[in-house]
């Protein structure tokens, strides 16, 4: 078993940043591809990065690509998304989720492990 704990989401006005944060407990991170996805209000959830548990290599989607940035530290046993240049259609609910496998993709269906979410909201 996995548990998951989402934390430092907030309230920002479009153009600034926050970074979330994923705590990982149970299997020992370095053995979880690990993805971030969100939920806006009235939307279906949706991928928008993840990084691999063997080389660490990372995916976005196209709405984040260039401003957000995900990143690991196993010793920690977290996982973090640098989010820069927030704008309003980033508001939503944001997830972590965690496989036991080396690749990471962005399909919610690989993921069996969620955690229960952290709201973040840009607005003027």
């Known amino acids: 078993q996995v548990q998951l704990v989402e934390s430092g989401g907030g309230s920002v006005q479009p153009g600034g940043s926050l970074r979330l944060s994923c705590a990982a407990s149970g299997i020992p991170l370095v053995y979880l591809a690990i993805g971030w996805f969100r939920q806006a209000p009235g939307k279906e959830r949706e991928g928008i990065s993840c990084i691999s548990s063997d080389d660490g290599s990372t995916r976005y989607a196209d709405s984040v690509k260039g401003r957000f940035t995900i990143s690991r530290d196993n010793d920690k046993k977290r996982v973090y998304l640098q989010m820069n240049s927030l704008e309003p259609e980033d508001t939503g609910v944001y997830y972590c989720?965690?496989?036991?496998?080396?690749?990471?993709?962005?399909?919610?269906?690989?993921?069996?492990?969620w955690g229960q979410g952290t709201q973040v909201t840009v607005s003027s």
């Open positions: 989720a965690a496989t036991v496998d080396d690749y990471a993709r962005l399909g919610e269906n690989e993921y069996q492990y």
